[in-house]
């Protein structure tokens, strides 16, 4: 069985309890519909389980160990506790009432993440924004939202950015288009406190963050924002996540991954050094 990381967040554990029963099925060569009739469901049930995209159920988790042959009982003892703590809430259930569906995966992989590239386009990433700018993006989006809404979304964003503090903190890295810095968001106040922020940060040792300027013209990703998530455990597939106007896509299949691997590396080689991004993020700021 593959060694939990201490810490890391449910979503994660899904993700990681689905892979361990895939590959205790695929070793006893027996199908998901043979699987799913013997625990009272479906084989589209135990697809979803071994994605990850469920919460388990104890005694189905026992009954496939028993199918699969898994008689250890130190090893049984270790997949029910993974079990336990895979069904915890996350932190961001206390949301749910301003959270959609599609984004909560991406909150608790977020979460567990130990390196989290990103490259946006239209607005500073959430991760990076100030209260201020962020409730001025909020209340762009939520056409006719109450302000109580409005004010829970907004810390719903603050809470999600404790990640980049601390011991487990991830490695953070941010290329933002100079359309975004550019953008009066909030007004020249709001943006002024803005971009100061975002010199401050990049003292932070697990974050960097480079401006793709317009001077460069075209570029590798014409096609819309996009953050590549990496897991420090390596039964963890790298996930790509683009979001979408009212949901979301999440991508792990090798050939995607790398494809957009390979356009953030390119977005990387072609936009400003750290050094040059301080330079940039002044001189813009001057002209609010």
Same mark, same amino acid.
């Given at each position: 069985?593959?060694?939990?990381?201490?810490?890391?967040?449910?979503?994660?554990?899904?993700?990681?309890?689905?892979?361990?029963? &895939? $590959?205790?099925?695929?070793? $006893?060569?027996?199908?998901?519909?043979?699987?799913? %009739?013997?625990?009272?469901?479906?084989?589209?049930?135990?697809?979803?389980?071994?994605?990850? &995209?469920?919460?388990?159920?104890?005694?189905?988790?026992? *009954?496939?160990?028993?199918?699969?042959?898994?008689? =250890? =009982?130190?090893? &049984?003892?270790?997949?029910?506790?993974?079990?336990?703590?895979?069904?915890?809430?996350?932190?961001?259930?206390?949301?749910? *009432?301003?959270?959609?569906?599609?984004?909560?995966?991406?909150?608790?992989?977020?979460?567990?993440?130990? %390196?989290?590239?990103?490259? /946006?386009?239209?607005?500073?990433?959430?991760?990076?924004?100030?209260?201020?700018?962020?409730?001025?993006?909020?209340?762009?989006?939520?056409?006719?939202?109450?302000?109580? /809404?409005?004010?829970?979304?907004?810390?719903?964003?603050?809470?999600?950015? &404790?990640?980049?503090?601390?011991?487990?903190?991830?490695?953070?890295?941010?290329?933002?288009?100079?359309?975004?810095?550019?953008?009066?968001?909030?007004?020249? =106040?709001?943006?002024?406190?803005?971009?100061?922020?975002?010199?401050?940060?990049?003292?932070? #040792?697990?974050?960097?963050?480079?401006?793709?300027?317009?001077?460069?013209?075209?570029?590798?990703?014409?096609?819309?924002?996009?953050?590549?998530?990496?897991?420090?455990?390596?039964?963890?597939?790298?996930?790509?996540?683009?979001?979408?106007?009212?949901?979301?896509?999440?991508?792990?299949?090798?050939?995607?991954? =790398?494809?957009?691997?390979?356009?953030?590396?390119?977005?990387?080689?072609?936009?400003?050094?750290?050094?040059?991004?301080?330079?940039?993020? #002044?001189?813009?700021?001057?002209?609010?």
């Amino acid at each position: 069985m593959t060694q939990i990381q201490p810490g890391s967040g449910p979503t994660a554990l899904r993700i990681l309890l689905g892979s361990q029963l &895939r $590959k205790l099925r695929e070793n $006893k060569s027996i199908s998901r519909e043979e699987a799913g %009739r013997y625990i009272r469901g479906s084989e589209s049930k135990i697809s979803r389980m071994e994605l990850g &995209r469920v919460g388990f159920k104890e005694r189905d988790v026992a *009954d496939l160990l028993v199918m699969y042959g898994v008689e =250890d =009982d130190e090893t &049984r003892s270790v997949v029910m506790n993974l079990v336990e703590r895979a069904n915890e809430p996350g932190w961001w259930h206390r949301f749910n *009432d301003v959270l959609p569906s599609w984004f909560q995966a991406y909150v608790g992989l977020e979460e567990a993440a130990e %390196r989290i590239r990103t490259y /946006e386009v239209q607005f500073v990433p959430g991760l990076l924004q100030t209260k201020e700018y962020a409730r001025a993006v909020i209340m762009a989006g939520a056409v006719g939202a109450v302000p109580e /809404e409005i004010s829970r979304r907004v810390d719903l964003r603050l809470e999600r950015q &404790r990640i980049l503090d601390g011991d487990r903190s991830p490695m953070f890295w941010a290329v933002i288009d100079e359309a975004a810095l550019r953008r009066p968001i909030g007004g020249a =106040d709001v943006m002024r406190g803005q971009i100061q922020h975002l010199i401050d940060l990049m003292n932070q #040792r697990n974050v960097t963050i480079q401006v793709m300027p317009f001077s460069h013209g075209g570029h590798a990703a014409e096609g819309g924002a996009f953050s590549i998530l990496r897991f420090g455990d390596p039964e963890l597939p790298d996930i790509v996540y683009v979001e979408q106007l009212a949901s979301a896509l999440y991508l792990d299949k090798p050939e995607e991954v =790398d494809r957009y691997g390979e356009v953030m590396e390119r977005l990387c080689a072609v936009s400003t050094t750290p050094a040059e991004t301080v330079d940039l993020l #002044r001189r813009i700021m001057t002209d609010f």
